[in-house]
């Protein structure tokens, strides 16, 4: 089946960047997403890009895409202690019945921002 | 505008007995997934609905169920709890999966 991989921890000092790596198996990706999951909290969707772009910038969010290695990165700049929390990627597969209906995601990363 | 809402935060249920988890979308959206999150396993699919209609159901026993009512609430149902059900359950919402899925801050179930 398909697979969403991430490595599960990092960490950073605040006021630096981060980088959080991400790898899929998905040939037929057509959308990608980042969460972010605080401590006793639901997931929060950070940002997205469609597999026909190779980058999309947000605030202090950068993804890159990198379709031919299957590899999708997020880059935080200005890194803050607020920012410590898991963050997942996740790779949205298209329903047998039609529609996009599934996301398969990775186990997180894990990012600790220390002063 | 008002989020996924979830209910119960925090369940606490004896093995054997059942379990409904509530689910309501943000207004507008019709398709509604439901996720288990476990620390061994992670985020695993469990459903998802469209107007009604189960769409897809991910690789879990039939002891999960679950439906969508006509104003796009959900529920989902566990049976026969057993101890490896204890997770954290989330739910999404979206308008079209391409938009993405807002979640909820889930239901923890703990079975004793």
């Known amino acids: 089946g398909e697979d969403v991989e991430q490595s599960l921890f990092l960490s950073v000092r605040e006021g630096d960047s981060s980088v959080i790596n991400c790898t899929y198996t998905d040939s037929s990706s057509t959308y990608l997403y980042w969460y972010k999951q605080e401590p006793g909290a639901g997931l929060q969707l950070l940002t997205y890009i469609f597999s026909n772009m190779d980058m999309k910038q947000d605030q202090r969010l950068t993804v890159l895409l990198n379709k031919k290695d299957k590899h999708l990165s997020l880059r935080i700049a200005d890194t803050q202690t607020g920012d410590s929390a898991i963050y997942f990627c996740?790779?949205?597969?298209?329903?047998?019945?039609?529609?996009?209906?599934?996301?398969?995601f990775g186990a997180g990363t894990r990012l600790a921002v220390h002063p | 505008k008002a989020g996924v809402t979830q209910t119960p935060r925090y369940l606490i249920k004896t093995r054997g007995q059942q379990v409904t988890l509530s689910c309501s979308p943000i207004?507008?959206?019709?398709?509604v997934s439901w996720y288990q999150q476990t620390p061994g396993q992670g985020l695993q699919f469990l459903f998802e609905y469209f107007s009604e209609t189960q769409r897809n159901k991910g690789n879990f026993p039939g002891r999960f169920s679950g439906r969508q009512f006509s104003n796009s609430r959900s529920e989902m149902n566990v049976s026969t709890l057993e101890l490896g059900d204890s997770a954290l359950y989330l739910c999404?919402?979206?308008?079209?999966?391409?938009?993405?899925?807002?979640f909820g801050s889930g239901t923890r179930l703990t079975v004793v």
């Open positions: 999404a919402s979206s308008f079209g999966g391409a938009y993405g899925y807002t």
């Open positions: 207004s507008g959206h019709r398709s």
């Open positions: 996740a790779d949205l597969l298209a329903g047998f019945s039609g529609g996009y209906n599934k996301l398969i």
